[in-house]
């Protein structure tokens, strides 16, 4: 199983740009979907964007479309998250997650999450 360990939070202004890093133990990484989740205050915790294994296919919430992209290298064991055009809305505690191949989109078909890195988007 793999052990996750996100990096690249902080704080920015609206319209500014951060990338966060989740890397990955383990020799399986390139078996696992990946997705990258956020969790607000007072709010439940939400699915950003997601990646298969080889990266065929991607997935998006509304929230992330035109400005979020998710992408892998398996070569080096991580998975990145580029944020642009950022929100004071985006602010938040994001989490990558990963799980064998169980669903790309649905959240509890993942099993294995980072600690998480705090993003602070001021207005």
């Known amino acids: 199983q793999v052990q996750l360990v996100e990096s690249g939070g902080g704080l920015v202004q609206a319209g500014g740009s951060l990338k966060l890093s989740c890397a990955a133990s383990?020799?399986?990484?390139?078996?696992?979907?990946m997705g990258w989740f956020r969790q607000a205050p007072g709010k439940e915790r939400e699915i950003v964007a997601a990646i298969s294994w080889n990266a065929d296919s991607t997935y998006y919430a509304d929230s992330a479309k035109g400005r979020f992209t998710i992408s892998r290298d398996n070569a080096k064991n991580t998975v990145y998250l580029q944020m642009n055009s950022l929100k004071p809305e985006d602010t938040a505690v994001y989490y990558c997650?990963?799980?064998?191949?169980?669903?790309?989109?649905?959240?509890?078909?993942?099993?294995?999450w980072g600690q998480g890195t705090q993003v602070t988007v001021s207005s």
């Open positions: 997650a990963a799980n064998m191949g169980r669903g790309l989109v649905d959240t509890s078909k993942y099993d294995v």
């Open positions: 383990g020799r399986t990484f390139s078996f696992y979907y």
